[in-house]
């Protein structure tokens, strides 16, 4: 399974941005799928999930109701929506991929990430 994530960029506070990932096979219904972030100087964090069986997860306050994890079945594609973004959000941004049902527990493989930078 490859992974490649697109849609980074620049923007100001306030703004949007909308992250893909596309992966080289039709995975969802069988695997965990999310997007992560590395800010400079920080350590890798997760953003959110997809689950398997079609359920969302957001893992911090600082992402609820600003971002939005879907995806594109007939695409392949995962989504992540940014709105209202805020300079802590710049970092670089990954998706990865479970591959064996540990509920993104343990990430299998990864894209190459996209830069996102947001200025204030």
């Known amino acids: 399974v490859q992974l490649v994530e697109s849609g980074g960029g620049s923007v100001q506070a306030g703004g949007s941005l909308r992250l893909s990932c596309a992966v080289s096979?039709?995975?969802?219904?069988?695997?965990?799928i999310g997007w992560f972030r590395q800010a400079p100087g920080k350590e890798r964090e997760a953003v959110a999930q997809?689950?398997?069986?079609?359920?969302?997860?957001y893992h911090s306050e600082f992402v609820k109701g600003r971002f939005t994890i879907s995806k594109d079945n007939a695409k392949n594609t995962l989504y992540l929506q940014m709105d209202y973004l805020e300079p802590d959000d710049t970092a670089m941004y990954y998706c990865a991929i479970d591959l064996y049902g540990r509920k993104c527990s343990i990430l299998d493989e990864w894209g190459q990430g996209t830069l996102v930078t947001v200025s204030s």
């Open positions: 096979e039709y995975v969802y219904h069988r695997h965990c």
């Open positions: 997809l689950d398997s069986d079609g359920t969302t997860r």
